[in-house]
């Protein structure tokens, strides 16, 4: 079964110390892991994606995730949280099937708040 | 290089309606998949075209159906709307092959009275 655990539905930081989101997956296959952010009334946006390549997975916006198979673990930081990344924040899950073509599952989200 | 694009943005239906969302995919890419975004929760997968046929589907019922397009571009329809269909619809595209690439749309806000 496919599935994705966000462990935090809200986390609340301050500007300029360390961002962690942490995400738990479930896959039957060789899965394909995200991290989309998501402001209030935009579109997602893609922060970073692992695709059996590196597990350290580098980002946009100082944004980097670590993907760790034995823990079935995809966590997202960030060094140093700025205002503007205040947003939704997604964990997702896509494994392509046997009988063709492709299921992606995103996590029920994080608000990340960040104070001033 | 025009991205996903869908119409409407916004829409206001009345319950027992039937309503058809479009979506234009990505420049190059055959595969588009639906997402429906309920307020506060994250997107849940409707389904998936590629080749004009359904590949994929999620846990919708009947009433959510689709269709796909020689030109790729795909049409989602909701009969008989109920409240809780209120949501915003995303669309994604991408290549058949390259699963890892989706491209989302702004998505059409759907409200249903």
């Known amino acids: 079964a496919q599935s994705v655990t966000q462990l935090d539905s809200h986390v609340s930081v301050s500007e300029g110390t360390p961002v962690l989101l942490r995400c738990n997956y479930s896959?039957?296959?060789?899965?394909?892991l995200f991290w989309y952010v998501q402001h209030p009334n935009k579109g997602l946006q893609l922060l970073l994606k692992y695709t059996s390549a590196a597990t350290l997975v580098k980002g946009i916006n100082g944004f980097e995730a670590e993907f760790k198979k034995s823990e079935t673990s995809f966590h997202l930081t960030k060094p140093s949280a700025h205002m503007s990344d205040a947003a939704e924040y997604f964990c997702?899950?896509?494994?392509?099937?046997?009988?063709?073509?492709?299921?992606?599952?995103f996590g029920a989200g994080t608000r990340l708040f960040v104070k001033a | 290089d025009a991205g996903v694009t869908q119409s409407p943005t916004h829409l206001i239906k009345t319950r027992g309606q039937q309503v058809t969302l479009r979506c234009s995919p990505k420049?190059?890419?055959?595969?588009v998949s639906w997402y429906q975004q309920a307020l506060g929760q994250g997107p849940q997968f409707i389904f998936q075209y590629y080749e004009e046929e359904e590949r994929q589907r999620g846990n919708f019922p009947d009433r959510f159906s689709g269709h796909q397009f020689p030109n790729y571009s795909s049409e989602l329809n909701v009969n008989a709307l109920l409240l809780g269909d209120s949501a915003l619809y995303l669309c994604a595209s991408s290549l058949w092959d390259k699963h890892y690439e989706q491209y989302f749309g702004p998505g059409t806000r759907l409200t249903v009275t």
């Open positions: 420049s190059g890419h055959d595969t």
């Open positions: 896959s039957s296959y060789s899965p394909s």
């Open positions: 997702v899950v896509s494994d392509r099937r046997d009988t063709g073509g492709f299921k992606t599952i």
